[in-house]
């Protein structure tokens, strides 16, 4: 019988007791091999002895203090690790506590900074079908998950959704990416327009979408499109790398790919790499000078901001990622995996598309591929696929999507940054053993 409420009520998920590197063990003596870093998270794999000695010392030397008394030390390094990886212009770093509360103090950011220099009238967000910012009330608003948002939609602030960057199913026949990227960012700009330029605050966007549509890539421009739109109307651009940044697609910042500074970008997951729970927002040198000359202060805190532990645990995950050379290991591994993704996926009667960056990979799965139609919802392909790789020992990520106003199923995958490539190797040869065999049964 158990107490612990996670989030199914009728279903009892095998106890973790151990872990190490790229392996989680359970209760029954079960080793999984963790091929999603849970949800993106742990990018260092488990049991990194760095981190865990950087946690022990702060702990030693200080658990907490509150940052209305005090900043810390470890605050301050974090802090200017983040800043000196990232884009240009940013200047501050508001350390919380996960992804939600980073999406969070973002929105409210961006509408504080309207306030203060003059513009409140902006009071509306445009964002993203096919997306996912959070569960918090303003994050949910933002995110663009119509079976997340319906039960809680008549209490969540005003929000307008556009299209994804999402060219397996939308891009048009014949349609170059160039004119594809250009056409999504006129349909953002009338978007804007529609609601009228002076009242929105900001476009919020996962760089690259991660838990709604099974790992979205831009197409090359679209960003830089969207950034232009944003300028011309006076609109923020609020860029969400809480599961695509922090290295995970083979550099810090996954926008630094895409040639366009964000106003403000927030990070987690792999910022502290499941060691300890943190997230963050950096903010562009503007949006907090208009605060500091403004009201003097930002509208918002909560009890563990910048919490030392959490800090240190970040601060050694990012270090040991720059000593040991990973983001290029990303980089280069990760095309090896996509690779591997293909030879054991591509030629798959129920593999629709495979795609992904760096150690960030989505895998669309399709009843037919020709016309690319999801399978039927109630078969929950997802959960199947999930409970067959967890008996073969893989850990891996899948659910559900909406697609076309149609439940989709894909599978999420994220590696630690540590995985040698006979560990990829695994992966791709493990889950194509998960979804043949899921595929099959279902269809019987
Ligand atoms: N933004 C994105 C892009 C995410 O993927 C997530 C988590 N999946 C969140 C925000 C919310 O983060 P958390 O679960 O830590 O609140």
Request: contains cysteine; negative net charge; hydrophobic residues 40%.
């Amino acid at each position: 019988m158990t107490h612990v409420f996670h989030r199914h009520l009728h279903h009892t998920p095998p106890v973790a007791i151990a872990a190490s590197g790229m392996t989680i063990r359970d209760a029954a003596g079960r080793d999984y091999l963790d091929a999603s870093g849970g949800a993106a998270v742990s990018s260092l794999g488990h049991g990194h002895p760095d981190v865990i000695a950087a946690m022990h010392a702060q702990v030693d030397r200080l658990a907490y203090a509150h940052t209305s008394f005090f900043t810390t030390e470890v605050a301050e390094q974090l802090a200017d690790e983040l800043i000196g990886g990232a884009p240009e212009g940013m200047s501050h770093v508001y350390l919380v506590s996960g992804g939600s509360e980073a999406v969070e103090s973002a929105l409210k950011m961006a509408r504080q900074y309207f306030v203060e220099i003059g513009q409140p009238q902006r009071t509306h967000f445009i964002a993203r079908r096919q997306s996912y910012h959070g569960n918090t009330l303003g994050a949910l608003a933002v995110g663009g998950n119509a079976w997340r948002r319906e039960p809680f939609a008549p209490i969540l602030v005003p929000a307008t959704h556009v299209s994804p960057c999402y060219p397996y199913r939308e891009q048009h026949e014949g349609e170059s990416a160039d004119q594809y990227g250009v056409r999504l960012a006129a349909e953002l700009e009338a978007a804007i327009l529609a609601q009228g330029a002076d009242r929105v605050i900001a476009f919020v966007a996962e760089t690259v979408g991660g838990a709604t549509a099974g790992v979205l890539t831009p197409v090359p421009g679209y960003f830089k499109a969207v950034r232009e739109v944003c300028d011309r109307h006076g609109v923020l651009l609020i860029l969400d790398e809480v599961m695509c940044g922090m290295g995970r697609c083979g550099t810090l910042y996954a926008c630094e790919q895409e040639g366009v500074v964000p106003d403000l970008v927030t990070v987690a997951k792999g910022l502290g790499g499941g060691y300890q729970p943190i997230g963050a927002v950096l903010a562009q040198r503007r949006i907090v000078e208009a605060m500091s000359q403004g009201s003097g202060f930002f509208q918002h805190g909560h009890t563990y901001l910048g919490h030392p532990v959490a800090c240190a645990a970040a601060l050694a995950v990012q270090r040991v990622i720059r000593r040991d050379g990973l983001l290029a290991k990303v980089r280069d591994d990760g095309e090896a995996f996509g690779a591997m993704l293909r030879e054991a996926l591509g030629d798959h009667p129920h593999v629709g598309d495979i795609r992904g960056r760096g150690f960030f990979w989505g895998v669309e799965l399709v009843a037919e591929r020709a016309t690319k139609s999801p399978f039927a919802p109630g078969l929950k392909l997802h959960a199947r696929i999930k409970n067959d790789a967890m008996a073969r020992g893989l850990l891996c990520y899948p659910f559900g999507g909406t697609v076309d106003g149609r439940q989709g199923d894909h599978v999420l995958l994220a590696p630690p940054f540590i995985a040698t490539r006979q560990d990829l190797q695994e992966i791709a040869t493990r889950l194509a053993g998960a979804i043949d065999s899921v595929t099959r049964a279902a269809l019987r």
